[in-house]
Each structure stands twice: as C-alpha cells, then as structure tokens.
C-alpha cells in the first residue's frame, strides 16, 4: 500500500510539471506578444510547448503547500511569492553556469536581484499561487480520488519516455552549442549529430530569447 501511495505522488507530481510547463509556455507567449506584436518562441526544450521553469515552480508549490495547510490566501501569496522568486533565480543562476546563457534578464526592472527575478516577477510567482490554491489543488484532491494507476499507467510511461527525451536532447545540444562557441571541434558521433541537426541557427530558433553571457574577468 505505502509503494503505491508513493507512485500515485510520483504520478501527480510529474504531471504537475508537465502541466505547469504548458501553462508557462501558454503565459510567456501571451506576454510576448503583448510586449512585441507577434509570436516568438519561448520554448525552455528543443521539443513540445515546454518551458519547465514553471513546471519546477508548481511543484513546488503542490510539495510546500501540501505539507503546510496554509488558509489566508494572502499568507499563500507571500509564501509562493518567495518560493517562486527563489526557483526562477536558481534556474536562471544554473542556466549561466552550465551553458553560459540566459533566458531573462530583468536588470532594467526596479527591484531585481542580480538581474535573475524581480518584484515585479515574484509578485506573479504569488499570483499564480493563489491561482494554484483555489483552482489546481481541489483538482489534485479529486484526482487523487478518482486516480486509477493501470488505467493512466501506459499514458505516463509514454509521456515520461518523451519527457526525459526531451530533456536529455535540449541540454546536450545546448552544451555542444556552447562547446562550438568556444572553437570546440566535434570529436564523437553525438557531436557530429548534433552539429548536423542542432546547428547554431535551428537552436537560435528554438531559443529566440536566449542571450549568451560573457564570462571574461
């Protein structure tokens, strides 16, 4: 009984953040093209509408909030506030020091730290929360209710499957682009592949808000 309480959590929490992926996908478009007049990319993988900082973000918030029953809704704002700050800066901090790129910057916003969050941001991170708390959580409660494993099992393994594809193939392309970079000659098959398919101008493409940073002293 305990095994299966622990897939059906693993369960949930994987689809939480493919849920939150889409949704933030949805979201940075919709703000792109309010703030440029047309639609640009804001993929976070290679593959799918997919942009995993919010994906980290709600289950973050489905593993504090499940543990801390939290009522006041303004209490749920802060908290989720801070929490999503914290992840959107981490995300940003990791992205810089494996690729050497970054996919925001907020430099120019009042209140930013280091250029990776800002007030303005966290305060979404805190609407989104109480969004979470009122909508996404009495929806988990009653799919955990209704949750037949065998039924949802196949469909899992498949997403999974192509989720961990996903993953695998958006961060070693994304590390051979910063290899070419950095006058790096392709010295395996997998480099060789991926210069074919992944060259500088389809991952540009893919990542059309992404910014290389320049790390000389």
Request: charged residues 20%; aromatic residues 16%; glycine residues 6%.
């Amino acid at each position: 009984m305990k095994k299966r309480k622990v897939l059906e959590e693993l369960v949930i929490i994987f689809w939480l953040f493919v849920l939150g992926s889409v949704l933030g996908y949805i979201f940075e478009m919709i703000v792109v093209l309010f703030q440029k007049g047309h639609f640009e990319s804001r993929q976070g993988l290679i593959y799918g509408p997919f942009t995993p900082v919010y994906g980290i973000g709600i289950v973050v918030y489905y593993l504090f909030l499940s543990n801390v029953k939290v009522k006041s809704k303004s209490k749920v704002f802060f908290i989720t506030m801070i929490f999503g700050g914290i992840v959107e800066y981490i995300c940003s901090l990791v992205q810089e020091k494996v690729f050497g790129t970054i996919s925001w910057d907020y430099s120019h916003l009042w209140f930013n730290i280091n250029g990776r969050t800002s007030l303005l941001h966290c305060t979404y991170w805190g609407t989104a929360g109480v969004l979470y708390v009122t909508y996404i959580g009495p929806m988990i409660d009653s799919f955990r209710q209704k949750i037949n494993m065998n039924n949802r099992k196949i469909v899992t393994v498949l997403v999974s499957v192509f989720m961990v594809f996903d993953i695998c193939i958006s961060c070693v392309a994304a590390n051979r682009q910063t290899e070419r970079r950095n006058n790096i000659s392709p010295d395996s098959r997998l480099d060789f592949f991926l210069d074919k398919y992944y060259s500088d101008e389809y991952m540009d493409k893919v990542y059309a808000n992404k910014k290389e940073v320049d790390r000389r002293p």
